[in-house]
């Protein structure tokens, strides 16, 4: 007997849980792309996005994941032999390193492991020494889906401006933009990328590029852009084919209006408060449970875990057993422990992640952490008592009373 008859709740980092309200939008007919709703909307998609990433800057969209999204960044700002300087969290400043490698550019990686944030002094230190300027730009992440950090991306600018080094500053957003706060314009990022399907709430295949005045200015030399990859006809489209360089995803774009219609009802800020007071609930629970025992959040300080994705570590093989037990014995599908491969763990059977993304709520969270418990229970793992008085201490000072 299982008690996982019913609703099945995807607790990933993405793609994450997709509102009704999206789903329903996009159970449709086709629509006519050259007339009518569809290309009535899409200034206003436009506008909302540029909206959640806090900027005035340009904005592509492309029919791409966020890998497509960092294929695209690349190749309007580079041309082959450019150095880029990569700033590793986690596997996926990596993984746009591999990227860029595959197309001609070098990369210098400053690696700060699994567990810890950029290290400004490190940071520093590698622009002092490129004393000619050959770095191009710099690459980043927000918010490293596997690690869970938060980097500072406001003191990466700072950073670069007290060294007077011109590299442009770019950034990815993909797991976080809609969950924490990021500020384009006021933080100096010259390029971010991001995707549709984490706190924007839209199932994977949209993938969006916003970009400053200096980094266009940089595109005019850049000998990697490519026809598909171009950044300026979709930043400057009229009609509806040149957004998307061909036909419209037609039913993307009717999930993604009614995702930023759900934001703009909430209020943007409530939405960002959300994710940080259900971000506290799950981190009070994970700390009470490892008090005595195994398991702890993969990044020790709390100021520094992003508030759309908590990576945990329990040792092996608990994190593979916890995964299994929640899924086919309460409806719950944990993350994987991806990129914590280490000696001592090679399938990463010791890491499993919660992914707390965009439509998600108090009862979902507290459900989740239950499961978790139980399992925790069922599977005889150590752990402290009292996770869930915590994790609903937590829920309940966050919301004002009426």
């Known amino acids: 007997m299982s008690l996982s008859n019913g609703r099945q709740y995807l607790a990933i980092p993405g793609p994450s849980v997709m509102p009704d309200r999206v789903l329903n939008a996009m159970h449709r007919a086709a629509p006519n792309i050259y007339a009518g ?17 806090r900027t005035t800057a340009h904005c ?4 791409a994941n966020g890998h497509g999204t960092w294929e695209a960044a690349l190749a309007n700002v580079f041309s082959r ?18 990227v860029a490698r595959r197309m001609g550019i070098a990369c210098q990686i400053v690696d700060y492991g699994r567990r810890a944030p950029i290290d400004m002094v490190r940071f520093a230190e590698a622009l002092a020494a490129d004393t000619d300027h050959r770095i191009k730009a710099v690459l980043a992440v927000q918010v490293d889906t596997s690690t869970s950090v938060r980097n500072d991306v406001a003191a990466l600018r700072a950073t670069l401006d007290a060294a007077g080094h011109p590299a442009l500053l770019m950034i990815d957003c993909i797991a976080c933009l ?3 706060d990021f500020r384009m314009d006021d933080w100096g990022v010259d390029v ?24 266009d200015r940089v595109r005019e030399t850049a000998d990697l852009a490519t026809h598909y990859w171009d950044w300026r006809p979709r930043a400057a489209a009229r009609e509806l084919w040149q957004f998307f360089d061909g036909t419209a995803p037609t039913h993307h774009i009717f999930g993604l209006r009614e995702s930023l219609d759900m934001i703009a009802e909430e209020g ?17 629970a994970f700390e009470t449970w490892g008090s005595d025992g195994p398991l702890e959040l993969n990044i020790a300080d709390p100021a520094l875990r992003s508030h ?28 994987i422990g991806l990129g914590m491969v280490d000696a001592d763990d090679p399938g990463a059977s010791g890491f499993f992640r919660l992914g707390h993304m965009g439509h998600v709520n108090a009862h979902m969270v507290l459900g989740v952490l239950a499961s978790i418990d139980s399992g925790l229970k069922a599977l005889g793992i150590p752990h402290g008592k009292g996770a869930l008085d915590a994790a609903s201490a937590v829920c309940a000072a966050g919301v004002q009373p009426r």
């Open 60 to 63: 592509a969209i492309y029919i």
């Open 268 to 284: 943007f800020e409530n939405v960002l408060a959300r994710h940080a007071t259900l971000a506290r609930a799950i981190w009070a």
């Open 37 to 53: 709703e569809i290309v009535d909307m899409m200034p206003g998609i436009v506008t909302d996005l540029k909206a959640i990433a």
């Open 308 to 335: 759309a994705v908590t990576a945990l570590r329990i040792g092996a093989p608990h994190g593979d057993r916890l995964r299994d037990w929640t899924s086919a014995n309460a409806g719950v599908t944990l993350g």
């Open 178 to 180: 809609g969950c924490d």
């Open 192 to 215: 971010m990328v991001a995707a549709c399907q984490k706190g924007l709430m839209v199932p994977p295949g949209l993938g969006f590029l916003f970009f400053s005045d200096k980094a």
């Open 81 to 98: 032999g450019d150095t880029a300087l990569v700033l590793a969290t986690g596997r996926f400043a990596l993984g746009w390193s591999d």
